[in-house]
């Protein structure tokens, strides 16, 4: 044990270190997992910092050379059993056995390595691997690696809180911004999108998921409440009869079909400031062109015609929420394989006049031109309303 500390002394006073992790602890019921520690520089001084990886939380700490064997010394070997120290040219490990009977292993490296003095904090990272969340929801090993399964996915999902944070940029929200994030699923984005504004954002966040699927929503409310999340729950309820409270986002991702609009009419009805889609399938419109029976050099070919479908149900979709006084833009969204459905469509709420002749113009003889009877968000958006969208 003593042979262990002097050589940790000697790596914290040469500098020699380059890291050392603290495992397997003496109570097995404990939180605190492991510590990790890493020299670093803090205004120009060497220090040692500490995280602290707690079953559902990771803390920080910086100490100099004394505070760092003291700290130590705290720890091994009444809370935790192994230690492994990485110096430039040595690997030393020191194992304590259940009678509590220690082990030194030292082995040299051949070729030394170089430290890493950046603190972590200097990392430009979206979304936290280490997150206990990501690991409840599958994502990551307990330690917080990535699963090598889940690296496609992880990517997308730091994509999709780029794009969705650049959106919001640029939208002028209130102290509280409520979202609801419509047909969440197992709730990957929807986690994702929570972590980084209620990190990044100095507002309130409010998040909810709406999510059909009773298991799935217990499933995800168990994981919110074991990680301590405030402000943030599922809800099971279908998209076209949710009814929110208040709403400043509303986010639809790969709604099949005519759900993307049953969510679209959601926030243009409850004045959201923002609404973002990724539309999936376009069934609706592709029955209405079929039936119509008319047919062009391009859509007389089948998957030019699904193409086509897709591209006049979500320029409809664009132009509706024009009629109804957002700014749109239709934008790529995360890449998706062998698939033309990666388009996002955003409406910002605007107070410009809109020349909604015009755009009824506009809608009108787009569907006409493609035989198309009917439009479900078109057709339903004065479903409570007296008057016909042609007046």
């Given at each position: 044990?003593?042979n262990?500390f002097?050589?940790?002394n000697?790596?914290?006073?040469?500098g020699?270190?380059?890291?050392m992790?603290?495992?397997?602890?003496?109570?097995?019921?404990?939180?605190?997992?492991?510590?990790?520690?890493?020299?670093?520089?803090?205004?120009?001084?060497?220090m040692?910092?500490?995280?602290?990886r707690?079953?559902?939380?990771d803390?920080?700490?910086n100490?100099d050379?004394?505070?760092?064997?003291?700290?130590?010394?705290?720890l091994?070997p009444?809370?935790f059993?192994?230690?492994?120290?990485?110096?430039?040219?040595?690997d030393i490990?020191?194992?304590?056995s259940?009678?509590?009977k220690?082990?030194?292993?030292?082995?040299?490296?051949k070729?030394?390595?170089?430290?890493n003095?950046?603190?972590d904090?200097e990392?430009?990272?979206?979304?936290?691997p280490?997150?206990?969340?990501?690991?409840?929801?599958g994502?990551?090993?307990r330690?917080?690696?990535?699963l090598?399964?889940?690296?496609?996915?992880?990517?997308q999902?730091?994509?999709?809180?780029?794009i969705?944070?650049?959106?919001?940029?640029?939208?002028?929200?209130?102290?509280?911004?409520?979202?609801?994030d419509?047909g969440?699923?197992?709730?990957?984005?929807?986690?994702?999108l929570?972590?980084?504004?209620?990190?990044?954002?100095?507002?309130?966040?409010?998040?909810e998921?709406v999510?059909i699927?009773?298991?799935?929503?217990?499933?995800i409310n168990d994981?919110?409440e074991?990680?301590g999340?405030?402000?943030?729950?599922?809800?099971?309820n279908s998209?076209?009869d949710?009814?929110?409270?208040?709403?400043?986002?509303?986010?639809a991702?790969h709604a099949?079909?005519?759900?993307?609009?049953?969510?679209?009419?959601?926030?243009?009805?409850?004045?959201?400031?923002?609404?973002?889609?990724?539309?999936c399938?376009h069934?609706?419109?592709?029955?209405e062109?079929?039936?119509?029976?008319r047919?062009?050099?391009?859509?007389?070919?089948?998957?030019?015609?699904?193409?086509?479908?897709?591209?006049i149900?979500?320029?409809?979709?664009?132009l509706?929420?024009e009629y109804?006084?957002?700014?749109?833009?239709?934008?790529e969204?995360?890449?998706?394989?062998?698939?033309?459905?990666?388009?996002?469509?955003?409406?910002k709420?605007?107070?410009?006049?809109?020349?909604?002749t015009a755009?009824v113009?506009?809608?009108?003889?787009?569907l006409?031109q493609?035989?198309?009877?009917?439009?479900?968000?078109?057709?339903?958006?004065?479903r409570?309303?007296?008057?016909?969208?042609?007046?």
């Open positions: 044990m003593e262990f002097e050589k940790l000697a790596s914290l006073q040469d020699s270190m380059v890291k992790t603290l495992s397997k602890p003496v109570d097995k019921n404990n939180e605190l997992r492991n510590v990790y520690v890493k020299p670093i520089l803090l205004k120009n001084n060497k040692y910092q500490f995280t602290y707690y079953e559902r939380r803390e920080t700490k100490y050379i004394q505070q760092t064997l003291e700290k130590v010394r705290d091994v009444e809370v059993q192994n230690v492994s120290l990485f110096t430039i040219s040595e490990t020191l194992l304590i259940k009678k509590g220690p082990s030194l292993v030292c082995k040299s490296v070729e030394q390595r170089e430290q003095l950046s603190h904090h990392k430009a990272r979206l979304i936290d280490t997150k206990p969340w990501w690991f409840l929801l994502l990551t090993t330690e917080g690696k990535v090598a399964d889940m690296q496609h996915k992880f990517k999902i730091c994509k999709y809180v780029e969705v944070d650049g959106v919001m940029k640029n939208v002028k929200f209130d102290d509280e911004i409520h979202i609801a419509m969440a699923g197992k709730g990957y984005l929807t986690f994702a929570y972590e980084y504004l209620t990190s990044k954002y100095d507002k309130k966040i409010v998040m998921g999510e699927r009773q298991d799935l929503v217990l499933k994981i919110i074991k990680c999340l405030n402000d943030f729950r599922f809800v099971e998209i076209e949710y009814k929110p409270g208040k709403l400043d986002v509303l986010i991702l099949c079909n005519t759900a993307t609009d049953d969510a679209i009419l959601i926030g243009v009805r409850n004045n959201a400031k923002l609404i973002i889609c990724a539309p399938c069934k609706q419109i592709r029955q062109m079929e039936k119509s029976g047919t062009d050099a391009i859509t007389r070919f089948g998957i030019f015609l699904e193409r086509q479908a897709v591209m149900t979500d320029a409809v979709r664009a509706v929420m109804c006084g957002y700014k749109t833009n239709v934008m969204f995360i890449e998706i394989e062998n698939t033309p459905k990666n388009v996002l469509l955003v409406g709420k605007s107070n410009a006049s809109v020349d909604k755009v113009k506009q809608i009108n003889d787009l006409e493609y035989g198309v009877g009917e439009h479900y968000l078109w057709k339903n958006l004065w409570n309303h007296t008057r016909s969208v042609t007046q």
